[in-house]
């Protein structure tokens, strides 16, 4: 697969995203172009972006700072600034090079700059080349909550090249790993069997990732119904990962590490409540497990973790809602969930 | 007219706008319910407001600082804080009490937070009513200049009750028939002259006016043609309101205000450049000057505002674009215009 195609927005691979690239950089279809990068963009990828782009290209380059921390309305500010400072107008090209922080960012910046300017997200991540590269979520944090304040609006194109993977560490990349096995978890059964069988193998399976979040947020854009499968790990994973970032005294948490934390509770709140027989709990805990560091709960996190998770966006009237698990490949949504079995399912994960 | 219906929202006025309210407040649709006022609706608006839910109504109130100079990212993160901390859903909904100023940010903080939750306008001034109630723009100021940061997203519906106009002054009717005499002038000939004819009839014909704006968005809501000719007037005019504000020794003018200057401006331009009649650049003269006082421009000033016309949104690659007209009830658009002809538009407002 080299092309994902929809009437709002397209995703190229590797040699075909090289040269959309090229395309891109040396029409002058946009008046002027910005790129964005962060403190580790502009250092590993920027070099590479720039030996991928027509030589007559010329763009202004807008940098942040790198992490979760600074995914805020500040940094935003400094983005429109700096926009609005070098004239951008409408038909201005906002280019984000980075993982999901910056892309979702900058798709935000992009989309309510003068009401919407175009932008390109070229993921540098796993993480962000599974799961930030389509589907239109843009979006800062707000008050701790992640993603609480954003719009949807479509990247105009995404480029996949995993030759940015190369300066990654083993942790990043399994940051990302955590996104690829739950897309198989949720939709696509052999595309599990496929990720788990060799964890080495995971470049030549990005597109097949990317194409199942694809056809789930195609099918239902905004969220109305079946789009929330994705959120499977996340309505847990989401509030470990804020609350560890939070605490002063806790280990900040990457995004794939509180999500494989999330679907393993979640798997187990699957076997309890749902369909999801034991064999494949134990499959799915074994397979998650030895990719993170094991994270010690105590009593007081949990109650801090359950309360961060009624913020969940997917809530509705004030009840934490779960994605569960009917079994591998099969996800079902809306369910409402006692707190007990919450607790036990965060047990299950401490003994494990 | 008492309804005005598209694809994507609704306009009801007077007494269908009543039963709307009540309507909408009396069914539990919607999970929480946060009206958005400022200072003056909260002392004008609010009673009245009161008296036409339904009488098991309950709401959390939100209230922001009156003024333009409030339009800004600050108002928002107000906004978004107490959404957060009232535990708002994406089932609940914010309705927008007020002028302007506030339907446009109460509408982007609605469209952003959480990725967007449905609202409600209830415009309380003339200008809103007949400028900011249809049209999908939302938006703040940002650096100076006028909604540079926002989105377009629909009010789920407007709701426009003249009867909130009975606690403005004379300035402030005022205020709102530049936008009214503009919709005559650039789509609807025969409003023009019904507007002009009685400025005191103004009331029966709001929803003709909201009518025109409704068809010209409804033909482009994203801008890409037709749609800019609602900035007529609104080139020189958005430039000369900022400029007003940020000076600090310049009586700060209301938008209208600024844009009956504007349109004086840009009907010179239509005389000198397009097709306008030197008998029709009198007519418009004649009705807009009465209207408000007359504001005095030195060189200084003038360079100052067509420093900041450079800023707005509808320009391409740094050129300062026009909408003028080519007749009453007929406006072309993406005119360029060179400086000196702007000089002597001031020269002849100026001399007027």
Redesign the interface.
């Known amino acids: 697969m080299d092309h994902i195609s929809s009437s709002s927005y397209d995703v190229y691979f590797e040699h075909q995203a090289q040269l959309e690239l090229k395309k891109l950089t040396s029409h002058n279809y946009y008046?002027s172009y910005f790129v964005l990068v962060d403190e580790n963009t502009k250092q590993y990828c920027l070099e590479q972006f720039e030996a991928l782009t027509s030589t007559s290209f010329s763009y202004i380059c807008i940098e942040i700072s790198s992490g979760e921390e600074y995914k805020n309305?500040d940094s935003c500010?400094q983005v429109?600034?700096i926009l609005?400072e070098n004239?951008a107008?409408?038909?201005s090209l906002l280019i984000n090079l980075g993982g999901g922080v910056l892309t979702d960012l900058g798709g935000f910046c992009a989309?309510?700059?003068?009401?919407?300017i175009d932008f390109v997200n070229i993921p540098t991540t796993l993480l962000s080349m599974v799961d930030a590269a389509v589907g239109g979520?843009t979006?800062i944090d707000?008050?701790g909550?992640k993603?609480?304040?954003?719009?949807?609006c479509n990247a105009r194109m995404t480029l996949v090249m995993s030759s940015f993977l190369e300066t990654l560490d083993q942790r990043q990349i399994n940051n990302g790993m955590a996104e690829m096995i739950k897309h198989g978890l949720i939709y696509d059964e052999p595309h599990f069997y496929e990720v788990i069988k060799d964890l080495n193998a995971f470049r030549k399976l990005i597109a097949r990732s990317v194409y199942v979040k694809h056809r789930v947020v195609t099918e239902d854009p905004k969220e109305g119904g079946l789009r929330k499968i994705l959120n499977f790990g996340h309505t847990l994973g989401h509030a470990i990962e804020t609350y560890m970032m939070e605490e002063r005294n806790k280990e900040t948490l990457f995004h794939g590490e509180a999500i494989g934390i999330g679907m393993i509770l979640e798997a187990y709140l699957s076997f309890k409540l749902n369909k999801l027989l034991e064999r494949d709990l134990k499959l799915i805990t074994k397979s998650i497990l030895p990719l993170y560091d094991k994270v010690i709960f105590k009593a007081e996190d949990i109650k801090e973790i359950l309360k961060l998770s009624?913020?969940d966006?997917?809530?509705?009237?004030?009840k934490v809602m779960f994605v569960l698990l009917e079994g591998i490949g099969k996800a079902s949504y809306d369910i409402e969930v006692e707190k007990d079995f919450i607790l036990e399912a965060f047990d299950y994960y401490q003994k494990v």
Chains 1, 2 share one sequence.
Do not use: M, P
Request: without cysteine; positive net charge; hydrophobic residues 25%.
């Open positions: 008046s309305i500010k429109w600034h609005t004239n107008d409408r038909k989309a309510t700059y003068k009401r919407g979520k979006g707000f008050q909550l993603n609480h304040i954003g719009v949807f009624l913020h966006k997917k809530n509705k009237k004030g």
